[in-house]
């Protein structure tokens, strides 16, 4: 069980830093056109995500506070911090901001797919089943990673991917979700 909580986390830390450098053009360039407050922000998520990689969750998190808190108006720092808060098992301060990262941009197939993650957690399976097929609706890429989103559903049946959690829920909930609405 250790194994795969090790496994998971490490998962977890490899998506933060991805979305930090796909999200985050020439960001890593030294001599790149942005303002300095932007690279105070980009520093912090960075520097939270390496905390990530340590496993040191909690100051993980205070990192991706400040960051939010310098660029309010940028998903990254919410989606980031949200991450950190699954790693905490902090799963209703995550959808809170899996949520905020949603609003400042809904095309943000990741942060639907770990809200997903973070109601499947509390047993509210209804809105997991939502968000998963929100997230395949908007990148079916989302479903075809290294199979980890299942990982983190402890105490539900390990599925091969997401595509598989929607089918299980489906399947035995009877449950069918339209968001064409969203």
């Not at 998962?11 to 105070?40: H, M, Y």
């Not at 990262?101 to 942060?111: G, M």
Request: glycine share 4%; aromatic share 10%.
């Amino acid at each position: 069980m250790e194994r795969t909580t090790n496994l998971i986390m490490n998962i977890l830390c490899v998506v933060a830093l991805t979305v930090v450098v796909f999200l985050c053009p020439g960001c890593n360039e030294q001599n790149s056109p942005i303002d300095q407050r932007e690279k105070v922000y980009r520093a912090l998520l960075l520097d939270g995500n390496r905390l990530l990689e340590k496993k040191k969750y909690q100051k993980a998190a205070d990192f991706f506070t400040e960051a939010v808190s310098r660029e309010p108006e940028k998903a990254e720092g919410y989606l980031t911090r949200g991450i950190a808060y699954i790693c905490l098992e902090q799963y209703r301060q995550a959808i809170v901001d899996f949520t905020s990262a949603i609003q400042k941009d809904r095309t943000l197939a990741i942060a639907y797919a770990n809200r997903g993650i973070a109601y499947d957690h509390l047993g509210r399976h209804k809105e997991a089943l939502f968000d998963y097929q929100k997230a395949l609706s908007i990148n079916p890429e989302t479903g075809k990673g290294p199979g980890f989103m299942e990982r983190f559903l402890h105490n539900k049946p390990r599925t091969p991917d997401l595509r598989e959690r929607v089918k299980f829920l489906i399947d035995n909930q009877i449950w069918n979700v339209d968001f064409k609405n969203d």
